[in-house]
C-alpha cells in the first residue's frame, strides 16, 4: 500500500466519502489508482508470456466496481484494499469464464474486459480451478481463504494481508503456508 499516504489521511477520506463528501472521492482517486495498478500489475505478472489482457483494463473495471459500493461503511484503508482484492478476484473470474464459454462456443455475455484480449485457454482453467478450490477451503477456514485471495488476487504483502486481517504477520506466514498447500492438494485431486 502506498507509503507516501499515511493510513490515517486515507482513511479519513473514506470516511468523508462515505458521508458524501465528492472532493474526498477526488483526493482518495489518484492514490486509489495506483494502488490498484499496482495490485493489478501484480496479478498479470503471473500470465503467461503474450497474453493480451491490460493492466489498465483490471483497474478501470475494479475501480469503477469500487466506486459504485454504496452500501459499503469503509472503515479504514485496510478494509477498502480488501474489498479491492476481492472485486479484482471477481472481475478476473468472470472473464476467464467468459474465456472459456467462448472458446466452447457459448453465446455469452462479456464483461467489459473481454474487449482487451484473450486470456489463454490454460490460464483461464487453472483460475477457475483456483476459485472453486478456494470456496471450498473458504468453508472449512474462511481466513485462509481470505489470505489468499488477498495474497494471490490482491497481490498484498505479508505486512498489508495481516493489516487487512487485523493478526499477526507471522499468523499469515502461518495461514499463507497452509493454504497454498491445502489448495494444491484440492487443484491437483479434483476433489
Given at each position: 500500500m502506498s507509503s507516501s499516504s499515511s493510513t490515517s489521511d486515507i482513511t479519513g477520506l473514506l470516511i468523508d466519502w462515505c458521508e458524501g463528501d465528492q472532493d474526498a472521492l477526488e483526493?482518495?482517486?489518484?492514490?486509489?489508482?495506483?494502488?490498484?495498478r499496482r495490485l493489478a500489475h501484480h496479478y498479470l505478472q503471473q500470465e503467461h508470456p503474450g497474453h493480451t489482457l491490460q493492466t489498465t483494463a483490471v483497474i478501470?473495471?475494479?475501480?469503477?466496481?469500487l466506486i459504485n459500493q454504496n452500501r459499503v461503511r469503509w472503515q479504514n484503508r485496510a478494509h477498502f484494499y480488501g474489498i479491492a482484492a476481492r472485486i479484482m478476484r471477481r472481475i478476473l473470474l468472470n472473464y476467464a469464464r467468459d474465456q472459456k464459454r467462448i472458446k466452447r462456443g457459448g453465446g455469452a455475455l462479456q464483461v467489459s474486459l473481454s474487449e482487451v484480449g484473450i486470456m489463454t485457454s490454460e490460464k483461464s482453467s487453472e483460475l477457475i480451478a483456483l476459485d472453486e478450490a478456494l470456496e471450498r477451503l473458504a468453508i472449512i477456514d474462511e481466513r485462509k481463504a481470505r489470505v489468499v485471495e488477498l495474497?494471490?488476487?490482491?497481490?498484498?504483502?505479508?505486512?498489508?494481508?495481516?493489516?487487512?486481517?487485523?493478526?499477526?504477520?507471522?499468523?499469515?506466514?502461518?495461514?499463507?503456508?497452509?493454504?497454498?498447500?491445502?489448495?494444491?492438494?484440492?487443484?491437483?485431486?479434483?476433489?
Open positions: 483526493a482518495l482517486a489518484p492514490i486509489v489508482e495506483k494502488e490498484l478501470n473495471e475494479a475501480y469503477l466496481r495474497r494471490y488476487f490482491g497481490g498484498l504483502s505479508v505486512e498489508e494481508t495481516a493489516e487487512v486481517l487485523n493478526v499477526s504477520e507471522a499468523t499469515i506466514n502461518r495461514e499463507w503456508k497452509m493454504a497454498r498447500a491445502m489448495l494444491a492438494r484440492e487443484i491437483r485431486h479434483g476433489v
